[in-house]
């Protein structure tokens, strides 16, 4: 998240842009957009690819996403789009908030990973 809030206030700062302004090309609240710059929200990948394409900026780790790669083609295509993002995180960065048994041999998870840089 440290990342993407670096890179928008960056992109303000090369287009002159204040942050209502930013905001109003990204179709998101003003509160938002200094959420995303706070690091106190991410977000949505719609709205990095309007920036993306607006600003021209490039997030590395959501770039095939961004990019509009198909990712209904296989479910071994959308994993391996996701291995550089898990591979990055520590275990400081997940915190297990809460676990429910579903099967004999499963369960399900709620998360909450910390995105910071």
Wanted: net charge positive; with cysteine.
């Amino acid at each position: 998240m440290a990342d993407i809030s670096k890179k928008l206030a960056a992109a303000c700062d090369a287009h002159h842009l204040t942050n209502e302004e930013a905001a109003n090309q990204l179709g998101v609240s003003r509160a938002s957009f200094y959420n995303y710059l706070a690091k106190k929200d991410m977000p949505r990948i719609e709205i990095l690819q309007r920036a993306a394409q607006i600003w021209d900026l490039h997030f590395e780790y959501l770039e095939p996403i961004i990019s509009r790669r198909a990712l209904k083609s296989s479910p071994s295509q959308a994993i391996q789009l996701a291995l550089p993002f898990i591979k990055a995180l520590r275990e400081e960065d997940i915190q297990i908030i809460k676990v429910t048994p579903k099967e004999p041999n499963a369960v399900e998870l709620r998360v909450m990973i910390k995105f910071a840089g």
